[in-house]
C-alpha cells in the first residue's frame, strides 16, 4: 500500500470547515487504501505562544474531533508528533540542510511574520516548513493530502530529499502533494478572495464546526455573494457563489454541474438556505461524536500511546539510517 502522512495543529480548538474539507475528509478516504499515519503537530503550534493547559486540552480535542471525522485507529496510525522525537531530531538534520534565502521564500511565513511583526516572530515559525520536511520525509511518505497552502511546503520537501539523497545516498521517498481541486481551498465567507483560516478570517467568515449549529448556519445564510444573481461556478467572476456551491457539492456528493441545473432560475437565498442546512446535518453528530471521545480519556490516551509506538518504529528506522549516511558515530 502506498503511504500517506498529513498533520494539523491543535491550536484553535475547533477545526473549521477548510481543514475539514481540504484535509481532514481526505485523510478519512485514505484510511481505506493507504498506510496512513495522520498526527497532531504540537510541535508546530508552539511557534507561537501557548498556554500549557489550552494547548494540553486543544490537542485532546484535535484527536476527538479527528476520531468524530471518521479516523478509525485500526485503519491509520493516529499520534502527537511530541510522542515521537524523532520529528525534532530530523528536523534539525533537515535545518542544516536548508538555505536560508530557501526558508526565507515561504510564502506562508512572509505572510504570517508580515502580519506578527519582526518582534513577536520566532525563529521557529521561520524553521516550521523545514520541521514538516522532517514530518513526512520521516515516515517515507508517498502522498501528503492537505490544503493548497502547503503546496510550497511539499515542493520544499522534495528539493531536500533530493539534495540528502544525492549527497549522502539514497534516503528518502519524494512526496507528492494529494490536493483536491474543488476543495484544496475553501474561502472566507465574507471575503471570498481570501482563504479562510481561523488567524485571518472575520468571526462571521469563519466556519467552526463545533460551534452552535444555529451560529453555522446564520454565517452561511450570511454568506457574502455578488450582485448578479445567477447560480454558476466561476470562481473569477462569482467567487462567493463557487465557493457555496464547491462546499455543497462535497457535503452532498452531487456535482457542481448538477446543482448549477437545480438552482437554475433560483434566487441566491435558496443555495444558502440549503447549504445552511447541509451544514447543520453535518455537524450537529459531529459535536456530539466529539463530545463523546472528550468524555472517555482514558480510550483517547490508549489510542494515543499505540499510535505513538506505531508511528515510533517507522520514524525511528529513517532516522537511523539518515544519521548513519550523515556520518554520525553510532551510539554503543
Ligand atoms: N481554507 C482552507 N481550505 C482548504 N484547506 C485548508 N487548510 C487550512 N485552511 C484551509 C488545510 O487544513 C490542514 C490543517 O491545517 P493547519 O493545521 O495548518 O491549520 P492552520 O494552518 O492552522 O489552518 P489555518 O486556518 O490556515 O491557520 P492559520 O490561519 O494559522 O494559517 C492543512 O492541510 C491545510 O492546508
Known amino acids: 500500500r502506498p503511504r500517506v502522512l498529513s498533520g494539523i495543529q491543535p491550536t484553535a480548538g475547533s477545526f473549521h470547515l477548510g481543514n475539514y474539507l481540504g484535509a481532514v475528509r481526505q485523510w478519512v478516504a485514505l484510511q481505506e487504501t493507504h498506510d496512513a499515519f495522520y498526527m497532531v503537530v504540537d510541535l508546530h503550534a508552539i511557534t507561537v505562544p501557548q498556554d500549557p493547559a489550552a494547548l494540553r486540552a486543544n490537542t485532546r480535542l484535535a484527536v476527538a474531533q479527528l476520531l468524530a471525522a471518521g479516523l478509525d485507529p485500526d485503519r491509520c496510525t493516529l499520534f502527537v508528533q511530541s510522542h515521537v522525537p524523532e520529528h525534532a531530531q530530523l528536523g534539525w538534520v533537515m535545518n542544516c540542510l536548508t538555505g536560508f534565502g530557501e526558508a526565507s521564500r515561504m510564502t506562508q511565513f512572509k505572510d504570517k511574520s508580515s502580519k506578527q511583526g519582526s518582534d513577536r516572530t520566532t525563529v521557529g515559525l521561520f524553521t516550521y516548513p523545514v520541521l514538516q520536511v522532517a514530518d513526512i520525509l520521516l515516515y517515507q511518505a508517498n502522498q501528503v493530502p492537505v490544503g493548497e497552502d502547503q503546496r510550497q511546503h511539499i515542493e520544499l520537501t522534495r528539493d531536500l530529499a533530493e539534495r540528502f539523497n544525492s549527497r549522502l545516498g539514497e534516503t528518502f521517498t519524494l512526496p507528492e502533494p494529494y490536493i483536491l481541486k474543488e476543495t484544496g481551498k475553501i474561502y472566507d465567507l465574507q471575503d471570498p478572495s481570501v482563504k479562510m483560516s481561523k488567524s485571518a478570517s472575520t468571526p462571521k467568515g469563519l466556519v467552526n464546526l463545533l460551534d452552535d449549529p444555529k451560529v453555522t448556519?446564520?454565517?452561511?445564510?450570511?454568506?457574502?455573494?455578488?450582485?448578479?444573481?445567477?447560480?454558476?461556478?466561476?470562481?473569477?467572476?462569482?467567487?462567493?457563489?463557487?465557493?457555496?456551491?464547491?462546499?455543497?457539492?462535497?457535503?452532498?456528493?452531487?456535482?457542481?454541474?448538477?446543482?448549477?441545473?437545480?438552482?437554475?432560475?433560483?434566487?441566491?437565498?435558496?443555495?444558502?438556505?440549503?447549504?445552511?442546512?447541509?451544514?447543520?446535518?453535518?455537524?450537529?453528530?459531529?459535536?456530539?461524536?466529539?463530545?463523546?471521545?472528550?468524555?472517555?480519556?482514558?480510550?483517547?490516551?490508549?489510542?494515543?500511546?499505540?499510535?505513538?509506538?506505531?508511528?515510533?518504529?517507522?520514524?525511528?528506522?529513517?532516522?537511523?539510517?539518515?544519521?548513519?549516511?550523515?556520518?554520525?558515530?553510532?551510539?554503543?
Request: hydrophobic fraction near 40%; glycine fraction near 6%.
Open 217 to 332: 448556519a446564520k454565517k452561511v445564510r450570511s454568506a457574502v455573494t455578488d450582485t448578479d444573481t445567477v447560480i454558476r461556478f466561476d470562481p473569477v467572476d462569482k467567487p462567493g457563489v463557487s465557493n457555496l456551491l464547491s462546499i455543497s457539492s462535497t457535503l452532498t456528493g452531487k456535482p457542481v454541474a448538477e446543482l448549477e441545473k437545480e438552482y437554475e432560475g433560483k434566487m441566491y437565498g435558496a443555495l444558502k438556505t440549503d447549504l445552511a442546512e447541509q451544514m447543520v446535518e453535518f455537524v450537529t453528530p459531529f459535536r456530539s461524536r466529539t463530545q463523546g471521545y472528550l468524555d472517555d480519556p482514558e480510550t483517547l490516551d490508549s489510542i494515543l500511546a499505540k499510535g505513538a509506538e506505531k508511528a515510533r518504529a517507522v520514524a525511528a528506522e529513517t532516522l537511523a539510517q539518515a544519521y548513519d549516511r550523515i556520518g554520525f558515530l553510532p551510539a554503543k
